[in-house]
């Protein structure tokens, strides 16, 4: 079955920390890839996505993500956290093979920056 | 503001009761989408429309749920013989074709 692992589900910084949330995914073929964030209180948006071209991808609020097809991961970094970037944070990724073309969400990373 | 808007936003029913949500996507979306997220998971695809088509649906969704999109604009998401285990946040989303999806602020709802 297709998947997408999250592995920290929970991260703690400090402001000014940098950050790297990971994203694998075990699909084969072509994929999109996206990351989304939620807020306190509000609804998930998106971040940044992949569809194809240059594998980093920069994002709104200084986020970027780098795509490496051979390791089937799309990593989420920001150099330096604030505290306004607490928040849920769900890595996604569509298959383009097998017709369906409904992403799969990881199940989140919680993301608390201390000011 | 011309989101995806999901009314009520908050739901809270007895075991056995029907429920109906309701979602009206960005407008000039033609896919709709419904989800359903649990707390610490993320978002599980339950089905979605294009235009009037509903053109998918999960395994997720047993025969207790039905949508519907009829006129292709807003969509409703009926849950009847409400159990517990139903409590979940119902996110909707839409979007043009295969392009990003829009999140509306999603129903929480709560089976007693």
């Known amino acids: 079955a297709q998947s997408v692992s999250q592995h920290n589900h929970h991260v703690i910084l400090s402001e000014a920390a940098s950050l790297e949330l990971g994203c694998n995914y075990s699909?084969?073929?072509?994929?999109?890839l996206f990351w989304y964030v939620q807020y306190p209180g509000q609804h998930l948006q998106l971040l940044l996505k992949?569809?194809?071209?240059?594998?980093l991808v920069k994002g709104i609020k200084g986020f970027e993500a780098e795509f490496i097809k051979s390791k089937f991961s799309f990593n989420l970094r920001k150099p330096s956290v604030q505290w306004s970037d607490t928040a849920e944070y769900f890595c996604a990724v569509r298959s383009l093979s097998g017709g369906s073309y409904i992403p799969t969400f990881g199940r989140g990373t919680s993301l608390i920056v201390h000011p | 503001d011309t989101g995806v808007s999901q009314d009520p936003r908050h739901k809270i029913t007895k075991r056995g009761q029907n429920v109906t949500f309701r979602c009206d996507p960005i407008?000039?979306?033609?896919?709709l989408y419904w989800y359903r997220q649990t707390l610490g998971q993320g978002p599980e695809f339950l089905t979605y429309f294009q235009n009037e088509a509903q053109l998918e649906k999960s395994r997720l969704l047993s025969d207790r749920f039905s949508a519907e999109r009829p006129k292709g604009s807003f969509s409703t998401l009926e849950i009847q013989r409400t159990e517990q285990g139903d409590s979940a946040m119902y996110l909707c989303?839409?979007?043009?074709?295969?392009?990003?999806?829009?999140f509306g602020p999603g129903t929480r709802l709560t089976v007693t």
């Open positions: 992949y569809f194809s071209g240059d594998p």
């Open positions: 699909y084969g073929g072509t994929v999109n």
């Open positions: 989303a839409s979007s043009i074709l295969e392009n990003e999806q829009y």
């Open positions: 407008s000039e979306h033609n896919r």
